[in-house]
């Protein structure tokens, strides 16, 4: 089977510790025959360029300065977005129109609004999509979905998730995610820590009903930090910075669930996620210094207790080794999947207009109750 041809937009040379290089291209560069790297597109057609000589791409490869210019590239079968969350409308659009498959990261688009309208006409073009949401194939909560399976700890009677970003200094931000600050961008605490985790925790336990929320600022206006460290302004936040969301657990019988996650750091010398489900005959627990664990390694553990025995295992969290290491890791078995052409097998734009619409509503009941 002929290669499928990629087209990567954000891929840039100046970043070299970028998400699209830490994620995508360890892959991309040897996925083995299926995939090749055949454009790159970013601001201007010499900074593409110049990402092309930084990472050795083959001379052949193409350079864009113009989203459009590489969807009219014939020799293009995918186009990967991996830029920040308020450019992924206007630069993943012309590659839809043209028939292009494409792959995005999350969330889909800065709103639920274009997120809509890139689904809608991603179905109309009959292209295939799909989008980071790689908390799905992670193998830590693939392997907590097991063991519901297996039916270890009986029925599942609830479960309860406590979470921290890990923000050392939570009155400080870097001048690099100062736009995690404007609901605008669509690139938050809200709709990318905590719409990664609910993303992955629904992979495992199914939807939720009968949801309640409350979303606080408690720091309505936050330090800008230069890359020296130095205070360059202070700005008003209109983002939570604290997420409580509650409901019922539709695939088990409505048990309850609650969902915390803060911006800061967790208590000295204690876990910043711990995951616990509840059931008849026991308890399975997730703890990690991070929620973050479909994007990076922080050392997570899977405890399963035994209520008959009161013994407490600690479970293998992946049986095969990738070659890959987080980021990269999740990243590849998305493109895997993506590669089968098995629907169902990877989250797509449809799945992402789902997760936006939870998040919105999340926010509704906020501006509702006088939130930003």
């Known amino acids: 089977m002929a290669p499928i041809r990629v087209g990567i937009i954000g891929l840039s040379a100046r970043a070299a510790t970028s998400w699209a290089s830490r994620a995508h291209l360890p892959y991309l560069l040897a996925s083995n025959g299926k995939y090749e790297i055949?454009?790159?597109?970013?601001?201007?057609?010499?900074?593409a360029q110049a990402a092309i000589d930084a990472y050795k791409l083959p001379s052949s490869t193409k350079a864009y300065g113009d989203p459009q210019a590489l969807a009219n590239d014939p020799d293009i079968d995918l186009v990967v977005c991996s830029v920040r969350v308020d450019a992924h409308y206007k630069t993943i659009k012309p590659s839809i129109e043209a028939g292009k498959d494409v792959y995005v990261e999350w969330p889909l688009a800065a709103n639920l609004e274009d997120a809509t309208e890139l689904a809608t006409l991603a179905r109309e073009k009959g292209v295939k999509t799909m989008v980071s949401l790689q908390g799905r194939v992670s193998p830590v909560y693939l392997k907590v979905k097991a063991l519901l399976a297996e039916n270890r700890i009986g029925k599942v009677f609830s479960?309860?998730?406590?979470?921290?970003?890990?923000?050392?200094?939570?009155?400080?931000?870097?001048?690099?995610?100062?736009?995690?600050?404007?609901?605008?961008?669509?690139?938050?605490?809200?709709?990318?820590f905590f719409g990664h985790l609910v993303d992955s925790i629904h992979n495992v336990l199914g939807p939720f009903t009968n949801t309640k929320s409350t979303l606080a600022t408690t720091r309505s206006h936050v330090n800008i930090l230069s890359p020296s460290g130095k205070i360059t302004e202070t700005?008003?936040?209109n983002i939570p910075d604290h997420i409580i969301y509650s409901g019922k657990l539709l695939n088990s019988e409505n048990a309850p669930?609650?969902?915390?996650?803060?911006?800061?750091?967790?208590?000295?010398?204690?876990?910043?996620?711990?995951?616990?489900?509840?059931?008849?005959?026991?308890?399975?627990r997730v703890v990690s210094a991070s929620p973050s664990i479909q994007a990076f390694d922080h050392s997570p553990r899977i405890l399963v207790e035994s209520f008959e025995s009161g013994d407490v295992q600690e479970v293998d969290v992946e049986e095969k080794q990738s070659p890959f290491k987080l980021p990269a890791k999740n990243i590849a078995t998305l493109y895997e999947a993506f590669a089968s052409g098995e629907k169902g097998t990877f989250p797509d734009f449809?799945?992402?207009?789902?997760?936006?619409?939870?998040?919105?509503?999340?926010l509704k009941e906020w501006d509702a109750e006088g939130g930003h």
């Open 257 to 284: 669930i609650s969902m915390f996650l803060r911006r800061g750091a967790p208590f000295k010398d204690t876990p910043g996620f711990v995951w616990s489900i509840l059931g008849e005959t026991g308890e399975i």
């Open 159 to 192: 479960s309860s998730v406590v979470a921290s970003d890990g923000t050392k200094a939570p009155t400080t931000i870097s001048e690099s995610l100062k736009y995690f600050l404007d609901r605008r961008v669509g690139g938050n605490l809200l709709t990318i």
């Open 38 to 47: 055949k454009a790159l597109c970013n601001s201007s057609v010499d900074t």
């Open 350 to 362: 449809d799945d992402a207009v789902g997760l936006h619409k939870e998040l919105g509503e999340m």
């Open 235 to 237: 700005i008003a936040s």
